[in-house]
């Protein structure tokens, strides 16, 4: 009878493979793009299986859960191992538990909430490094920047000390053919390209997008951070 912890790692090795061959239709390096295994909901238990399988980059969606895994794995000899991403909406009252414990905050979607990690950052003496959250799909159940007001965001956040932007995050709708997603990553392709000219001197070279349902579209598209948590587990 086949393990938990074989399924995990047949799994994972199915995710990665259908990114190598996304990335490889396109010419690009499979290496270029990172599989964050989002672990909302998952038990301390089934996130160790993940880093046992060799997955070391795991997002989660709320602040006090990933507080909670990260307590739960520091006893652990590979409790260091993981970068842990934030990908959920992050409400300013919460920044404390995130700012300078994850590698990389995808989902800043105001000038206030960045202003609130930069000074927390300033405080703990570190850069704290962030995406921006588009919302391109204009959807308004989902959180994020205009496309239209995207150019003026990052014209006051880029100046923000103890922050450091390293590009674009967007969620495409939920739709039942992953092609219907395209549109949505090319659009933010585009805008992370035109940020690059207006502002370049800084460090713009990330895009997160693409889930379970459309990741493979999304690394066609150019993202080089996929977030992915129910092909992990199912």
């Known amino acids: 009878?086949?393990?938990?912890?074989?399924?995990?790692?047949?799994?994972?090795?199915?995710?990665?493979?259908?990114?190598?061959?996304?990335?490889?239709?396109?010419?690009?390096?499979?290496?270029?793009?990172?599989?964050?295994?989002?672990?909302?909901?998952?038990?301390?238990?089934?996130?160790?299986?993940?880093?046992?399988?060799?997955?070391?980059?795991?997002?989660?969606?709320?602040?006090?859960?990933?507080?909670e895994k990260m307590e739960a794995l520091s006893d652990r000899p590979w409790g260091s191992w993981p970068r842990w991403h934030f990908i959920g909406h992050l409400q300013r009252n919460k920044v404390n538990l995130v700012v300078g414990k994850v590698s990389l905050i995808h989902s800043v979607d105001s000038l206030r909430l960045a202003e609130t990690i930069s000074r927390r950052a300033q405080n703990l003496g570190i850069t704290q490094e962030v995406l921006v959250q588009v919302n391109v799909s204009g959807e308004p159940t989902k959180s994020g920047i205009s496309p239209g007001e995207l150019e003026d965001f990052l014209k006051k956040a880029i100046c923000l000390p103890g922050l450091s932007i390293r590009g674009l995050m967007t969620m495409a709708p939920v739709v039942s053919d992953p092609e219907e997603a395209r549109p949505y990553f090319r659009e933010l392709a585009r805008l992370l390209k035109r940020a690059r000219e207006v502002f370049p001197g800084s460090r713009l070279d990330l895009m997160s997008m693409g889930m379970t349902q459309d990741f493979e579209v999304a690394v066609e598209e150019g993202a080089n951070l996929v977030r992915v948590g129910t092909a992990l587990f199912s």
Request: glycine share 8%.
């Open 1 to 67: 009878m086949e393990t938990f912890g074989e399924r995990i790692r047949e799994n994972l090795q199915r995710v990665l493979t259908r990114i190598r061959e996304a990335a490889e239709r396109t010419g690009r390096d499979p290496d270029s793009v990172t599989l964050v295994a989002v672990t909302k909901g998952r038990t301390p238990e089934e996130v160790l299986a993940l880093l046992e399988a060799g997955c070391l980059d795991l997002g989660e969606n709320r602040a006090q859960e990933l507080r």
